[in-house]
């Protein structure tokens, strides 16, 4: 972390928390944009798995099952 960065951030720890919090939402804001290409693949993902869902090409597994079987092969390590 640059010396600019570390006195930005000692200065901003020091605001008081409706400040601190109103400037961390500006700084997650302003990395949305970048965001947007992978919340565009996760969303023809998610529709994918639906379409393979709902057409039967996909098998659901109940949490429970799963839960368990992960945890089986966790112990078997």
């Given at each position: 972390m640059s010396p600019?960065?570390?006195d930005l951030l000692k200065r901003a720890l020091a605001l008081p928390v409706d400040e601190r919090t109103?400037?961390?939402n500006t700084l997650l804001d302003s990395?949305?944009?970048s965001d947007r290409s992978v919340?565009?693949?996760w969303d023809?993902?998610?529709a994918r798995?639906?379409?393979d869902l709902q057409a039967g090409r996909s098998v659901t597994v109940p949490g429970?099952?799963?839960h368990q079987e992960?945890?089986?092969m966790l112990n078997g390590r």
């Open positions: 600019e960065v570390s109103a400037l961390a990395l949305e944009e919340q565009a693949a023809e993902e998610v798995r639906m379409q429970e099952e799963l992960l945890l089986a």
